[in-house]
């Protein structure tokens, strides 16, 4: 009997192994259809923890400015231009230093802590946005925020004259105000980035001579004097300039933004109050 079995089976047809080249190429349509279908998603996951973590480092600087401020009899912390060798007003307690445009300075974590800041949030990398890809002489650049020019220093009171607007030198000046409808500092642009000094033109006269970074889909983050972080989404498209790679800041082209910018008539709302 085992022989006849065994002669039985011995004509039946092998089992099949494998995929024929139609199947398999079903198979590889269907997993490029997935794909192209989860790459979005998974694109967009990225921004939005990038976008989370930005908020989250402007918060800590927050922080840290408001401890300086309770350690220093009130005092905020200073921000000026950097321009040492005209402004006699620049002295040793900045919030941070360093000029982003100055290759050496772009990658120098000692110009981060030194400032006076860095003693409440000893982290490099809170004082740089995780979307900022930008280099200088081939390393990443350490610092993407800068602080609003009504803060800290009361240069745009002696620049601006004409204006009913106040600066920012101690804690009761911004109590004095709405805390929450203050910022204090933002992801700037790295086309205008340079010192720690973000300049807002109460009256007008050069709108946007600081921008706001696009890099979080078209928006930018920023902090306020009460301690909350928001994201501000760019609207207009004379503020929606493109953020540049590398440091090739010869090519960059100042944008024309007139006073009537929806972008910038927003930004100056929170940016200081008669």
């Known amino acids: ?8 089976y011995s004509g039946a047809k ?7 080249l139609i199947e398999l190429l079903v198979v590889v349509s269907i997993i490029s259809l ?23 480092n402007l918060r800590q600087l927050e922080a840290a400015f408001q401890m300086y401020s309770a350690d220093n009899a ?8 950097f321009e040492p060798q005209w402004n006699p007003s620049f002295g040793s307690n900045a919030w941070v230093y360093g000029d982003m445009k100055n290759a050496t300075d772009a990658t120098n974590t000692a110009l981060v802590q030194t400032g006076r800041l860095y003693s409440y949030t000893p982290q490099p990398v809170a004082f740089h946005c995780p979307a900022d890809t930008t ?5 990443p650049r350490v610092r993407s925020y800068s ?11 002696s620049m601006q004259e004409q204006t ?11 109590a004095a105000a709405t805390p929450s409808s203050i910022w204090v500092q933002l992801d700037e642009h790295i086309g205008t980035l340079d010192d720690g000094w973000f300049m807002v033109t109460m009256n007008d ?10 890099r979080h889909q078209n928006g930018y983050g920023l902090n306020f004097a009460d301690g909350h972080a928001e994201f501000y989404r760019l609207r207009s498209p004379a503020a929606l300039i493109p953020e540049m790679q590398s440091e090739a800041f010869s090519e960059f082209q100042m944008p024309e933004v007139s006073a009537t910018n929806s972008d910038w008539i927003k930004l100056k709302s929170v940016t200081t109050s008669p």
């Open 1 to 8: 009997m085992k022989t006849a079995r065994n002669n039985e």
């Open 14 to 20: 092998a089992p099949r192994h494998g995929l024929t």
């Open 34 to 56: 997935l794909a192209a279908l989860l790459l979005p998603a998974l694109s967009g996951a990225k921004s939005n923890t990038r976008m989370v973590a930005c908020l989250n």
């Open 74 to 81: 009130g005092n905020l912390a200073q921000n000026v231009q």
């Open 135 to 139: 280099v200088g002489s081939g390393l």
């Open 147 to 157: 602080m609003n020019s009504w803060i800290g220093s009361s240069e745009m009171e």
């Open 164 to 174: 009913p607007f106040r600066v920012f030198l101690r804690d009761h000046d911004l």
């Open 205 to 214: 006269s050069r709108p946007f001579a600081s921008l706001p970074s696009t």
